[in-house]
């Protein structure tokens, strides 16, 4: 058996424990991720799916699971948002999705009915994003060890042009565009959380942004490079590519859009909503040129800012006032503060 | 969103910069007291919209990165004892104290919670009654009422599986502290906007009265920061040292009087421990004797004693304005939020936190 000890490659006198932060979407995850996990398997991209040429044609394969509590948030459930959180992996690789796995961790004592809430919700997300779930599994485990239920799925999606959407296509000048306003789902479940008693309308964004992502390509919009925002917000997943195409993005805090609510329940909780998760938006990547056409076809979205240029992986944000201030990813997930 | 976009409007930011710009003639040293602000001020990049001559120096108002090693090491013995559930602010969580954190405790089974309120854990007090329940009381005058009020809270309701570690500050005597040491490079003071509005500033007078320097009561909003570096700007080009209340719409004079009198009810004035500082008297608060059932370190039997800093931390002088943090040398290498030396680098609010996030490093 080897000595574990000495061939991890995480230094273990500082982690010798997984954290929360670990799954946080920051950097401690980022670094699990790419000196532990990468480090021993074999993954095709750093990007949300992994495009694999089958037959002379391309596949994307992507996987995911979700844990989410409360089970049942507004503006969504964990079953939905297994269907639609799967199918925008696929999508921000620049495929058609096609078909789903659905796997099952129940706990002991979980209510038939509340399953069966959660099925017909997938079921529904499935059809509405014309892809069906065709293989599953399911396990149970003892009262106390999971949070009701777990839900993995994993997708397939076939692409339908040659374009290659990957951090690597970015140019010098790209525009970048986000497809709606930001912060919703990570504050709906806030204020759904026990303990937690602010009351406030907002609905998650849980949503499909595969058609999004079709009407863009059916347009002739040459996109570069697409990721969705899940945990970690704008902030990391504008980061992560930054780190990866090694380019300089700048950033206009004013054109980005937060509702009035979320904003200011951020600023109660002391949180910044470019750190928080989202489920149903994407930033895109295009030429500069077809900002414009982008926009007239997403009507919602928004130009955030450009890429100023290669070589130097930094993302600078000019404030409201005219300060200007550089985004990096947080260690962990953020944590309100004390005052 | 009301009250807040109108103190980040452009306009009225340019205005104020160049009115600050007109009024400076030579080079000013100024601190803001508070960790708030020192977040808003790189957060908005307000200091680049200041004339050159003006430095900021970021003050020891983080209550993350003051709170001292031992009392840190003391929350985690008691979040590891199996009959507790630890209750603190999220930002608490990731301080390390001299072997590990309460989110590394919590992994290792300890029952470490946040929450959003003291009153919360007197409620999770009151349905778990098998169990203690213990809140980490950190902060300065701002979270003192509240922290009052639960302590209040838990005998009126008779809950007394609760209790509270206390590692209280007040912002006057740290204020006072800076400005008697010989290095002191401080000419003017933002002080929060929020310890004034429970505490007034009645207390600010005499300190700028003996050491010539003025206080201007300073907001959190990046067109209140500037208002306040303008206000204090314009009493050191005239000479002047007073105290001024930039930040009139939450603060009157002799602050929140039943805010301050449940404080000091509850609580009495102590010596406290500063995190980088050391101690400095009767700048922080206790349990008074009559409430010490509620003090955890009375309920509790503790084996937490003195602590040490690690060596290479110079939090201490950044925390009295005596250095910045890109002026350290293990800034961004040996120190970073993923592996902190000092508190500084931890809290959002601290400043080196503030610095890593949002100032280019290499």
Known sequence: MPDFTLSCPIPLTTYPHVLMAHGGGGRLMRNLIQQLFAAAFDPQSDTDSAVLAVSGSRLAFTTDSFVVTPLFFPGGDIGSMAVHGTVNDLAMSGATPHSLSAAFILEEGLPMETLWRVVESMAAAARACGVRIVTGDTKVVERGKADGLYINTSGIGFFEHALVLEPASIRAGDAILLSGDIGRHGMAIMSSREGLQFESDITSDSAPVAGEVQALLGGGIQLRCLRDLTRGGLASALVEISLSARARLGLTESAIQTRQDVRAACEILGLDPLYVANEGRFVAFLPADQADQAISILPAASIIGHVERLGEPLVTMESPIGGSRIIDLLSGEQLPRIC | ?362
Not at chain 2, 211 to 238: A, K, M, N, S
């Open chain 2, 1 to 362: 969103m009301k009250y807040l976009d109108e103190f980040r409007d452009p306009a009225a930011a340019r205005e104020l910069s160049a009115a600050l710009h007109a009024v400076t003639t030579r080079e000013w040293r100024i601190m803001e007291v508070c960790g708030g602000q020192t977040h808003s001020i790189l957060r908005f990049g307000i200091d680049q919209l200041l004339p050159p001559a003006i430095t900021l120096l970021h003050g020891p108002g983080c209550p993350v990165c003051v709170t001292p090693l031992e009392q840190i090491d003391k929350a985690i013995e008691l979040a590891r004892r199996p009959e507790v559930i630890f209750t603190s602010f999220g930002d608490m969580l990731r301080v390390p104290g001299s072997s590990t954190d309460l989110l590394s405790v919590k992994a290792q089974g300890g029952d470490v919670r946040i929450v959003y309120s003291p009153l919360e854990a007197v409620e999770l007090a009151r349905r778990n009654p098998q169990r203690q329940v213990v809140f980490f009381a950190v902060g300065f005058e701002t979270t003192a009422p509240a922290n009052a009020m639960a302590v209040r809270h838990a005998r009126g309701s008779g809950v007394a599986n609760f209790s509270i570690l206390v590692s209280h500050v007040l912002v006057p005597p740290a204020i006072e502290a800076i400005l008697a040491s010989p290095e002191c490079r401080v000419q003017g003071f933002l002080a929060a906007g929020h310890v004034c509005t429970v505490e007034g500033y009645e207390e600010y007078e005499p300190l700028a009265a003996r050491y010539g320097v003025p206080i201007v009561v300073t907001g959190f909003e990046p067109l209140d920061i500037l208002q306040g570096i303008y206000l204090c700007v314009r009493q050191l080009e005239e000479g002047r040292a007073e105290v001024e209340n930039q930040y009139a719409r939450a603060v009157r004079r002799q602050g929140n009087e039943p805010a301050r009198a449940s404080v000091r009810e509850v609580f009495e004035i102590s010596p406290r421990k500063w995190r980088g500082i050391g101690e400095i008297p009767q700048s922080g608060l206790r349990l008074r004797e009559s409430w010490s059932e509620y003090d955890a370190e009375n309920r509790f039997t503790l084996l937490t004693g003195e602590v040490d800093e690690p060596a290479e931390c110079i939090s201490g002088q950044i925390l009295r304005g005596v250095k910045k943090p890109n002026e350290c040398p293990a800034f961004g290498t040996r120190c970073t939020p993923e592996s902190p030396l000092g508190a500084t680098m931890v809290s959002t609010e601290g400043a080196c936190s503030a610095y890593y996030r949002y100032k280019p490093h290499a």
